[in-house]
């Protein structure tokens, strides 16, 4: 059974560095036809793709909000770690980590549960 | 970047209406296309990938199709549990992007 969970803090402050941590069972992040990424969606709005980090540890990123991302993984902890910089208020969403699955044409198949991230002072 | 538009942007049917839903992207994507169904509070759940491959679960009631820069989702016979937001996804390049929702509510 494959699963994502999302830890991390629930209220950040502006200018903070924000850390994200996606636990995923069932699959490896090894196997070389799966990925993960990280995904956002601010209260009543649309879902937005953020980073995403492959097996052989290729990473891209959004290019609106590149300079301000790392996604990384611990592959022995079954664990991708993103952090976004410089937070501010419109950053507030929830936040989603998902399997992007090659063989289904990139798709993400599974979803973490997301995690709501609010900043504010 | 490519973008991804979605018309319309919502839409009020009845159990039982046969529902279409559109996806326009800015550039030629051949068939790398995704739908997805959200509810409210809940995650995203893959409904259609390769544009109009059915994932394994969805029921037939859901179908896609299209190529290129146009793509429809179509909901045959619209069930109670079908009240949702739809979003495209084109997955052409390692830069995925989501178009801007369709929400299907109560008419």
């Known amino acids: 059974q494959v699963t994502l969970k999302e830890s991390g803090p629930v209220l950040v402050k502006p200018t903070e560095t924000l850390t994200l941590t996606c636990t995923v069972s069932?699959?490896?992040?090894?196997?070389?036809?799966?990925?993960v990424s990280w995904i956002r969606q601010p209260p009543g709005k649309a879902l937005e793709w953020l980073a995403h980090?492959?097996?052989?540890?290729?990473?891209s990123y959004s290019t609106s909000l590149k300079s301000r991302l790392t996604i990384s993984k611990d592959t022995s902890k079954s664990q991708v770690v993103l952090t976004m910089t410089n937070m501010d208020p419109v950053d507030t969403a929830t936040y989603y980590c998902?399997?992007?699955?090659?063989?289904?044409?990139?798709?993400?198949?599974?979803w973490g549960q997301g995690t709501l991230v609010t900043v504010s002072s | 970047d490519i973008q991804m538009t979605q018309s319309p942007s919502s839409v009020s049917a009845s159990v039982g209406d046969r529902v279409t839903i559109t996806c326009r992207a800015s550039?030629?994507?051949?068939?790398?296309l995704a739908w997805y169904q959200q509810k409210p509070g809940k995650a995203p759940k893959l409904l259609i990938y390769?544009?109009?491959s059915l994932q394994s679960g969805v029921p037939s009631r859901f179908s896609g199709s299209g190529s290129g820069t146009d793509f429809t989702l179509t909901i045959s016979s619209l069930q109670p549990e079908d009240f949702a937001t739809y979003y495209c996804q084109q997955a052409n390049s390692f830069l995925p992007i989501f178009g801007p929702g369709t929400k299907v509510d109560i008419k």
């Open positions: 390769a544009a109009s």
């Open positions: 069932g699959f490896s992040l090894s196997n070389a036809r799966m990925g």
């Open positions: 980090i492959f097996s052989n540890d290729e990473k």
């Open positions: 998902a399997r992007i699955n090659q063989l289904l044409w990139l798709s993400f198949d599974y």
């Open positions: 550039q030629g994507i051949s068939s790398w």
